[in-house]
């Protein structure tokens, strides 16, 4: 509970989902990821924000902050 930051670092969610697809759409310009497996996260991610932005989507204090809590959605 020290080091967790999830309950203030949620309205940085928007900017880590971006930071993440940025990341994996380097990844497969690359040819390290599949594109099928693009598709997917691309498709992940757009789901997490949905729910973030309904303000249905579930954080849990034991993942520590947005990132990790977002990772584990996908």
Excluded: P, Y
């Excluded at 690359?30 to 729910?51: F, K, P, V, W, Y």
């Amino acid at each position: 509970r020290f080091t967790a930051s999830v309950g203030f670092d949620q309205r940085l969610a928007r900017f880590d989902i971006q930071g993440s697809l940025a990341h994996a759409r380097m990844l497969a310009a690359c040819g390290i990821l599949a594109a099928t497996d693009l598709a997917d996260i691309e498709r992940g991610m757009a789901a997490i924000s949905a729910e973030i932005e309904a303000g249905r989507f579930q954080w849990k204090l034991e993942l520590e902050d947005v990132h990790l809590n977002i990772e584990r959605r996908l």
